[in-house]
């Protein structure tokens, strides 16, 4: 029975590994090719079973030498555009080892390849970011800008990017393309609590009301009713003249703390 359940499993995982062949998962194929060679009893199996499996496997290291992947590490193994994993029927441990080592191999030139990868971005925003800066220093705002945005584009789903962008051109006094940065790090991440702070700095300077206490009510709804939020958004009732508005604000703010004293005078202003 277990002369029979051999050469299921084993062909089973050589036929995996020629499916993920055909797919370039080069690496992934390679340990089904393994997988099936540790299961590969050759003394089990007579005749055409093991010829079957033979087969097999002189199919998988053709197709995994034809892979542009393999080819490149034995180039850089071996100097040679001609080396293979080679294959002779009855040295399945030498296939084995030889499988080995093009793993590790595989494994390491895609870690280069991420490192090299990585590097080039940090390059690659490192270099946007000291343009528009220096575009920004130098007056020049539409350089400037243009290059935030790229890196805002390229780098913004790295927590913090968008609203230190944002930061950079309100420094510079360029209010509405600020707001409009700030608008998209508060969606794109609505948990990081510096995106508010500066969007209500930045409507504050553009005297815009309606967005400021849009901004308020939008903090409230994600990180609840603090004192000092309610309080700074009566103090905007105040100065956008809605007493009523104001007084409720306040209300609110001075009985979760009632040492907050420009609650209760906004309170006692509007009662």
Known sequence: MTGLMVPQTVAHNLAR?????????????????????????????????????EVALQECVAELNRQPSVRSVFET?????????PYTPKQEEKLKGVLTILHKALQASIATKADN???????????????????????????GKAALRVLADEFGDEPGLIAQVSAWLLEYKLYLDAADMLERAMESFPKDSKSYMLATQCYKLMRD???LESVYLRAIRQFGKHPRTLLN?????????????????AQEAYNKDKSLEEAREIMEKYA
């Open 117 to 143: 990868v990585a590097e080039s971005k940090a390059k690659r925003r490192a270099l946007l970011q000291e343009k528009g800066l220096e575009y920004l220093k130098a007056g020049d705002s539409p350089r």
């Open 209 to 211: 009301y309606d967005k």
């Open 233 to 249: 958004l009566a103090k905007l009732y105040v100065e956008w003249n809605k007493k009523d508005k104001a007084f409720v604000a």
């Open 17 to 53: 590994a020629k499916a993920l062949l055909k797919r370039d998962e080069t690496i992934r194929a390679i340990e089904a090719m393994l997988a099936g060679l540790d299961l590969y009893d050759p003394k089990k199996l007579m005749g055409k079973a093991r010829f079957e499996i």
């Open 77 to 85: 193994l071996t100097h040679s555009q001609r080396a293979s994993v």
